[in-house]
Each structure stands twice: as C-alpha cells, then as structure tokens.
C-alpha cells in the first residue's frame, strides 16, 4: 500500500486538512473566545453537542469519521483548541485559562446548554470545567481521559511522544500510531486518502513551535487527577467512553472510575485509543447509548 510523503510546507498543511473535511457540511469562523482567536466548525440541526479533540495537533479536523452521521441528529460544534490545529495559542495553557474559554465557546455557539464529548487530555479538564461552573452542560462524554484516576503514563507512550516532538517524520507519526491505534492498516483502509491526509496534516502541525509548547502544557494539564469529591459534584449526567484495547489511557483506569462514581461505561470493543477512527459505527453506537441513557 502506498504511504503519505509528509513534506514540509504552510500549503502542504493547509492542503492536508481540507482534505481531512472535504465533503463534510461544515461552515468554518474564527471568533475571538476568551481573547484567543478559534477556529469553529459547525454543521447539522438538532440539540447542540461540542466535540472537544485530544492531545493532537491537527486539533478538531480529526473527528471527520463521525461527522456526518451525528450532524444528522445534533448542531456540531467542533473547535480547534488554541494553540492546537489552526487556533491561536494561550499565552499560558492551564485550567483556569482552559475553563474560561470553554465558557466563552458555550456562550458563542449554543442558545441552551450542550452535550459534550471530550477526548483524551482535554477529558481532563472538561470535567475540571464542568465542576467548576454547573449549569453550563446538558451531558458530559468523558472520552478515554487520564484525569479520572491516578494515571501514569506508559513509558513507551512517553517515549514515542518525545522522538515525535523531536523529529515529526513521517516514520515517527506511522511508530506513534501503531501504538495510539490497535490497527492502524486496518484503520486506514476504510479511507486512505483521509488518513493519509490526517498523517500529513498532523506531522506538519507538529513542527509549530507554538504547537509543541501547547502539547507540553496540555499533557501537563491533562494528565492530573481531579479528586474524586469534585467528580461526584458533577450537576450533569456522566458517562465514560473508552476503546477496550487502549495502551495509552488504559480500560483499568475507566472501569476503577465507573465502579467508584457510578458512572456507566460504554466499553468500544476492537479500537484502542481513538475509536472514533478504528471503529466509527461503534463508537456512534456508544455516543447513541449515551444520548438515551442520559
């Protein structure tokens, strides 16, 4: 099979995420939020629901699988989080600062409070988010995110995200998605030229200085545990999301969670990390669990 050749370039990278959205009903802005210019998509009809993306630098461009099916029931509000994709950077990446623009990306795009799915670090401080000012969410899908136990991260992890930030080659990307994705072949024969185009995009965010420092603080951020007294304060329904084979936030972490809070987990068999993309129909089928259990 033929692989993406990431090169260098501001064309190359811009090339790579249009590709990434091609053929998706999206409309695209750039509000200020919180002082931070962002980049929104948004699309579909129904109760709003914000997709928050995880540590990734080609930010929200990567939940494309499962656009379209969900803009069929809900209005999509999809952001870049500064710093990450095509946003512009926090002077300081933290929770407050964190919090206050997620506040000012409800107050920007949604008439009444949303569902929200976040992925991964950002996870982590939705919860932190949600604690600190009820009222603000309808629902909470708590993706895969480290911040809901004691997490230490995997030195492999570590290791491979390190050589990544080093040197964002394209062997460097394909080593750190054999470890995020259970199959990463798999993964991208159901679209090879959205993945390709995901490898190139990524690879070429990741040289952005500014980029790197907002990974180092996210993972930073993202990573800390939120005791378990501001968790059960939570004033919306919760749910976990995790993919049963993931190596980098693993499933024990999710069930300790779930057992503790009495929280439901909606386990996606046959996808490690990102089953939005190994295993989009049951990962929707997971979100559509979600929505009715809520």
Not at 61 to 67: K, L, Q, S
Request: charged letters at 25%; proline letters at 8%; a positive charge.
């Amino acid at each position: 099979m033929p692989k993406a050749a990431i090169v260098d370039g501001p064309q190359v990278s811009q090339g790579g995420r249009e590709r990434m959205l091609a053929g998706l009903s999206l409309t695209e802005r750039r509000p200020r939020l919180a002082g931070v210019a962002t980049v929104l998509l948004e699309g579909g009809e129904g109760p709003p629901l914000v997709l928050l993306h995880g540590g990734i630098e080609c930010g929200g461009a990567y939940w494309a699988p499962v656009v379209s099916p969900l803009a069929q029931e809900n209005r999509l509000i999809v952001p870049d989080i500064p710093g990450l994709g095509e946003s512009q950077p926090f002077r300081r990446l933290d929770a407050d600062a964190f919090s206050e623009w997620l506040r000012a990306l409800i107050a920007e795009t949604c008439a009444e409070p949303p569902g929200l799915v976040a992925h991964s670090l950002t996870g982590t401080l939705a919860a932190r988010f949600a604690a600190r000012h009820p009222g603000q969410l309808r629902r909470l899908a708590i993706y895969a995110s480290p911040g809901v136990g004691r997490y230490r991260m995997p030195l492999r992890l570590r290791a491979l995200a390190v050589r990544f930030a080093l040197r964002p080659s394209e062997q460097n990307m394909r080593r750190f998605q054999r470890f995020a994705l259970l199959d990463p072949e798999q993964a991208r024969e159901r679209d090879p030229a959205w993945f390709d185009a995901f490898t190139i995009y990524t690879a070429a965010r990741a040289r952005d200085a500014g980029v790197k420092r907002t990974m180092r603080a996210l993972v930073g951020a993202g990573t800390k545990a939120i005791p378990d007294d501001q968790l059960r304060a939570l004033d919306v329904p919760v749910a976990l999301l995790w993919g049963s084979e993931d190596r980098m936030t693993p499933l024990s972490l999710g069930e300790a969670a779930g057992a503790r809070l009495g929280w439901r987990l909606h386990r996606i068999n046959g996808a490690a990390h990102a089953p939005h993309i190994e295993a989009p129909d049951a990962f929707l089928e997971a979100l559509a669990e979600w929505r009715r259990s809520a």
